[in-house]
């Protein structure tokens, strides 16, 4: 009959074996660091290095083969601080963040996504926050409100979006990627924009904007979009000052490129559609 250890014995054997758990986990990150400085090296990435569809895809594939009693909040927690660290080892970013009302909530998405490492220079307004993109030595990422039809609480700047000239910028991502807010996390969301387009997770939502004709219904600009073989979800209307027409913002299932054959087929429009960019789908929601 095995007699068991003393309690303090069996404890000091646990404390070892996490121990040598650590220094392996340690020297884990280490060589994960170094991996990251060969992609930096060797030129994978060019002007804004962040890859939100990239993340992820590293994301759900890690939750898919997750179990244990580890909570799968800690795992999102972990990956997130090592994405941040090696954005850190590629020659770090900088976020605009747009403050006005929910402005705390913001910085607080952006520091929880972005880690707590990442310089911030807030703003007062969605325009200024964009601009701080396109000038020397600007941000690389702005982080703006949810969107909205008006500029209630700065949330209609999507039209802001809407050039295509040399200093595009596009939607890139939605925060929190972790849609299922622990108590003490900042509850609300927020969109990220960059001056490269959003890359591809597989399961993704795009984002179009439209220009119709004053006297369009939501309902006939709903039809008009999946008639053209879009699946369309959410949409926003606005009528700019000066403008008599409508301007409309539809979510599709899907990213959308500039190139894709089924803009040309959106019946009804007053000016050709813009690709203003698209996200990665949050875990916790439906595509």
Not at 54 to 75: F, K, T, W
Not at 173 to 193: C, M
Not at 199 to 204: K, V
């Amino acid at each position: 009959m095995t007699q068991s250890l003393p309690q303090n014995t069996r404890l000091a054997e646990l404390r070892a074996q996490l121990d040598t758990l650590d220094d392996q986990i340690h020297d884990l990150l280490m060589q994960r660091a170094r991996v990251v400085e060969s992609v930096a090296s060797d030129g994978g990435k060019k002007g804004t290095k962040i890859r939100p569809g990239r993340e992820a895809i590293i994301l759900r594939r890690l939750l898919a083969r997750h179990s244990g009693a580890l909570p799968r909040q800690a795992i999102i927690r972990f990956w997130r601080e090592l994405f941040g660290a090696a954005l850190i080892i590629e020659g770090g970013q900088t976020m605009a963040v747009c403050d006005g009302e929910g402005g705390e909530t913001r910085l607080a998405l952006a520091r929880e996504h972005f880690g707590p490492l990442t310089p911030v220079r807030r703003h007062a307004n969605p325009a200024q926050t964009m601009s701080d993109l396109t000038r020397e030595g600007g941000a690389q990422l702005a982080v703006l409100p949810p969107l909205a039809e008006d500029d209630e609480a700065h949330g209609g700047w999507w039209p802001l979006l809407t050039g295509t000239g040399s200093q595009r910028l596009y939607v890139i991502a939605r925060i929190p990627f972790w849609t299922k807010r622990a108590e003490g996390l900042p509850v609300g969301d927020a969109y990220v924009v960059a001056a490269v387009p959003p890359d591809a997770s597989g399961n993704d939502r795009g984002l179009i904007a439209l220009q119709f004709p004053a006297d369009t219904s939501r309902t006939r600009m709903m039809a008009l979009v999946k008639e053209a073989g879009f699946e369309p979800g959410a949409l926003w209307v606005r009528r700019l000052p000066g403008d008599t027409r409508l301007h409309a913002l539809v979510e599709v299932a899907g990213l959308v490129e500039d190139a894709d054959p089924r803009l040309a087929t959106i019946a009804g429009l007053d000016a050709p559609p813009v690709v203003i960019g698209g996200f990665a789908v949050p875990l916790g929601e439906t595509a």
